[in-house]
């Protein structure tokens, strides 16, 4: 060993025993009998320089908001191990250092319990919505529910329950379990309702499916009888528009089946109507001559000789007979324009010749000629006196009863 050295913080005797100063006093921290003064030094130096880095990462990890519970705890170790630290270097900084840190646990401990308490203000709040979320759902019709949906969203909200049950703050036992038993019972209500909703449903389908069936057994058995059958076929299509839903399934294998029966019918029928008009197009060509024939007939005044001529036409027409049913309406809205034009005629000719009209008319004309005649005198003895106004009074007057008189004819 050399001769004894001194350093600012440190020193070492020939015996190789080395000090640390602290204030004005200096403390034995250790020996390194084997080596120089200057590797004693640096040896101890070396304790200093790793308690200073484990109080620096301290500092690092407080700043980053390390919880206050192991910043305290690993504050107290540092204390402890600064405590004769058998170390050379300025201890006193470290161990105000150190206090700070201690200081700073508090205002920590604090700054982390109000953020735990906003964190788990807002857990409770979020799994409240999911509560409320799952209550609405529960408390829906079952009759007018989507049941698909409903059953996707509960399960979304059962999800989103066991997300904030393991990534989010630990509540209260008594608030997570009152939560819990709301959602549970929700979660319950709907799958009950839901399981209702269905049996129900089945047994709707059921009866549904059984009256299908009995009316496709119906219409099979009037196959048999062709086109007769169309009208008791009707019926029991209104019975099957009127008989429910079986499920959609079910019901697109019946509905195939009982259209099969009708489609055999209506095909029936329209062979024979294919027959028929076969058979119908020849009248159907005298039909469409005769309405050339009576054309005429519409440009006739004579109210009785539009009635004969028609009379003959309509004569002529129910002895044709039938034709084909798709002409129809073609041929008959032109017979009845001729009839329209009678009826309207036959309506003008009693609304000038009924009695009690023509009495009132009568009637009426007499008083209309009596006092015209009285107006022209009137007028008369104004024109030879020169009285301009009696004039114009006695002119308006005659003007207006002359006109009603033309209304009556």
Do not use: C
Request: glycine fraction near 6%; charged fraction near 35%.
């Amino acid at each position: 060993m050399s001769t004894s050295e001194q350093q600012p913080w440190g020193r070492v005797d020939d015996s190789g025993t080395v000090f640390v100063r602290e204030g004005e006093q200096w403390r034995e921290v250790g020996q390194y009998p084997d080596g120089t003064a200057e590797e004693a030094l640096a040896y101890f130096e070396r304790k200093y320089t790793d308690l200073a880095g484990q109080v620096t990462l301290l500092e690092q990890r407080a700043k980053r908001g390390a919880p206050a519970a192991d910043i305290k705890k690993a504050v107290a170790k540092l204390r402890e191990e600064l405590t004769e630290a058998k170390a050379v270097g300025d201890l006193e900084a470290l161990v105000a250092r150190v206090g700070v840190l201690d200081e700073a646990v508090g205002e920590l401990t604090e700054q982390q319990s109000e953020a735990a308490k906003a964190e788990l203000d807002q857990a409770i709040a979020d799994r409240t919505v999911i509560v409320l979320q799952a209550e609405t759902i529960a408390a829906q019709d079952p009759a007018k529910t989507q049941w698909k949906q409903s059953t996707e969203q509960m399960a979304e909200l059962f999800a989103a329950w066991q997300k904030h049950q393991q990534d989010g703050p630990k509540l209260a036992k008594n608030v997570a379990n009152d939560l819990w038993k709301r959602f549970r019972s929700a979660r319950s209500t709907v799958d009950a309702n839901r399981r209702a909703f269905f049996a129900d449903l089945d047994a709707v389908h059921k009866e549904a499916r059984t009256k299908k069936q009995a009316l496709i057994a119906e219409a099979e058995a009037l196959i048999p009888r062709g086109a007769e059958a169309t009208t008791a076929y009707r019926k029991l299509l209104d019975d099957w528009k009127l008989s429910g839903r079986a499920g959609k399934r079910q019901d697109d294998a019946l509905w195939a089946k009982f259209k099969a029966a009708g489609d055999a019918i209506y095909q029936a029928k329209a062979e024979v109507d294919a027959l028929d008009d076969a058979e119908y197009q020849a009248n159907l060509e005298k039909k469409l001559a005769l309405l050339e024939e009576a054309k005429p007939l519409l440009e006739v005044e004579d109210r009785e000789q539009l009635r004969s001529g028609l009379l003959n036409i309509q004569r002529q027409w129910d002895e044709i007979g039938k034709v084909p049913r798709d002409k129809i309406r073609t041929v008959e809205d032109g017979l009845r324009a001729i009839e329209t034009r009678l009826r309207k005629m036959d309506d003008e000719f009693w609304a000038k010749n009924n009695p009690e009209t023509k009495a009132r008319t009568e009637g009426l004309a007499g008083q209309l000629n009596e006092a015209i005649a009285k107006l022209e005198s009137e007028l008369a003895a104004a024109q030879a006196t020169g009285d301009a106004k009696k004039i114009a009074k006695a002119t308006e007057a005659l003007e207006a009863r002359k006109a009603w008189l033309n209304v009556l004819g």
